[in-house]
């Protein structure tokens, strides 16, 4: 792998012990990956940060890095809302450890934005070179956007933050964006159903890029919902769909064909005691629509999640949603925040929360639209 | 007898070997605390890898594995050396944060890919030169 005379030296140690390390991560990926050279990022966005899922021994690392990131860096959700923590019933033990862990990010200079929709915040364009690790994330900016990255681990993307490169390999390479796979979708898709269509055939795709042909044209947020689904039961950080989304037309058309002709409502529940939507993170837009459904009082919980900087920029709406009584959290989600194990049936529209909830909290889960999540909330 | 190997992560060990033919992965398959590796369908089950020169095909499940690759090295429980098949980014950035040196993709004096779990045997005695690229293997 070629390494610029900048790039020897810091892997020297010449710029501290922390970017020694950095650079040796990066290194042994491209080895790894058969990477050529290192290339440099625009930004990076940090997974892999809340405490349920990296425990003591992450905060020992974090806490040991010495050195400032040299691009915009933002961070995945964390397991709770960093002000209303004790609202989610999240215990003083827990809320410490995760701060521990957000000053340590704080110290090496990423932003306290914590969300899995980076693209709200820092808005790439294609071409980009990106070093993102939320598997949402990834999958939005590769395949909306048309910026290029792999799915990053919180440490490479920690090296990539404090060095600014990322090794070239895989989704930075036009040739693996290929797609694979023709998925004929033989069915005119309402909203919460493309996330629904992720879900169900991530697995079948597993790793083969897939180009979608639709009989509708799917909205941004459609796609955002539908790639969370695909990279949540599949491994891809790449989806096309024909004449929407900014590369579909520049490839050949793959041979192999798949072809969709319905889709099943899975439903693990009957009577929800959650109803919780935001996964991933909500758009402006889909918070107004979600206010403008809510005309009378909740009478089940229902928690929305998006990132704090859309909660900030629309006061009006969230105050409208939480006069119904719904909360409105930020910095978090229903996935990586053990506030939902306390309760027993989930209602949500998201196909990744579906695969994810049983898995990692013990939930059943009743899947529907977002009108019908909302309607569950007032009945 | 004498490999070369592919250097993911630089140092020198010397120790007795211990090997799987298994992949591991470090989140629930070993103790951080002692260095035993508790997965029962491991084929080296109840052995401890604490100071030991760990051969084993690759790395295996989360990701959370290369912190406790870190974690162990502060317990002074983690392996002096890890020797992989082909090893992959959990085991890589665990070695690197830990500073456990790694070797991968060993070749022999003939230049042909040898697997590391197959020539070398649980007790042999290795050396590991993860700054030049071989170890020697003594029986």
């Known amino acids: 792998m070629y390494l610029t005379l900048d790039e020897e030296r810091a892997l020297e140690g010449e710029y501290g012990e922390t970017v020694r390390k950095s650079m040796e991560i990066l290194v042994a990926l491209g080895k790894i990956y058969s990477a050529d050279r290192l290339i440099e990022v625009e930004s990076v966005q940090i997974s892999g940060i809340s405490y349920r899922n990296i425990g003591d021994p992450g905060i020992e690392w974090l806490e040991s890095l010495n050195a400032r990131v040299r691009v915009p860096t933002l961070i995945n959700p964390a397991g709770m809302d960093i002000h209303r923590w004790q609202d989610m019933g999240i215990t003083e033990e827990f809320a410490r450890k995760q701060m521990r862990i957000l000053n340590a990010l704080k110290k090496i200079g990423a932003k306290p934005e914590l969300t899995c929709t980076p693209y709200y915040i820092l808005k790439p364009s294609k071409g980009d070179h990106l070093a993102w690790s939320e598997s949402s994330a990834v999958i939005y900016a590769n395949s909306v956007i048309g910026a290029r990255t792999n799915r990053e681990g919180g440490p490479s993307a920690i090296a990539s933050a404090l060095t600014g490169k990322t090794p070239r390999y895989g989704m930075h390479i036009r040739e693996n964006r290929a797609p694979d796979v023709i998925v004929d979708v033989n069915l005119k898709l309402k909203s919460h159903e493309y996330s629904l269509l992720g879900y169900m055939i991530g697995e079948e795709v597993g790793d083969r890029i897939p180009l979608f042909i639709m009989k509708g044209r799917p909205s941004e947020e459609d796609m955002k919902s539908l790639g969370a689904g695909l990279a949540s039961t599949g491994g891809i950080p790449m989806f096309h769909v024909k004449d929407v989304t900014p590369e579909s037309n520049e490839f050949d058309m793959p041979k192999e064909r798949m072809v969709v002709e319905n889709l099943e409502n899975p439903q693990g529940c009957e009577d929800p005691d959650l109803i919780a939507i935001g996964c991933p993170h909500l758009s402006g837009r889909e918070l107004k629509k979600i206010s403008n459904l809510l005309n009378r009082k909740v009478k089940k919980e229902l928690w929305i999640f998006t990132s704090r900087y859309v909660r900030n920029r629309i006061p009006e709406v969230i105050r409208k949603i939480e006069m119904s009584g719904a909360r409105v959290y930020t910095d978090t989600c229903m996935v990586v925040s053990p506030a939902t194990e306390r309760f027993g049936c989930v209602m949500v529209n998201s196909g990744k929360a579906l695969c994810y909830l049983p898995k990692l909290s013990g939930l059943r889960v009743k899947f529907g639209s977002l009108e019908e999540c909302v309607e569950e909330a007032m009945k | ?139």
Do not use: C, Q
């Open chain 2, 1 to 139: 007898m004498i490999l070369r190997g592919r250097v993911l992560v630089k140092g020198v060990a010397e120790g007795e070997a211990v090997v799987s033919r298994k992949r591991i992965s470090f989140l629930g398959d070993i103790d951080p605390e002692t260095g035993e590796v508790t997965d029962r369908n491991s084929d080296i089950s109840g052995e401890s890898v604490s100071g030991k020169i760990l051969v084993f095909p690759g790395g295996r499940g989360s990701t959370v594995g290369s912190y406790i690759i870190y974690r162990m090295k502060k317990n002074s429980t983690a392996p002096l050396a890890i020797i992989n098949d082909v090893s992959e980014p959990i085991i890589a950035v665990g070695a690197v944060i830990a500073e456990i040196p790694l070797m991968d993709s060993l070749r022999d004096d003939s230049g042909k890919r040898v697997d590391p779990s197959s020539v070398i045997s649980s007790g042999d005695h290795v050396h590991v030169n993860s700054n030049e690229g071989w170890l020697n293997i003594e029986r």
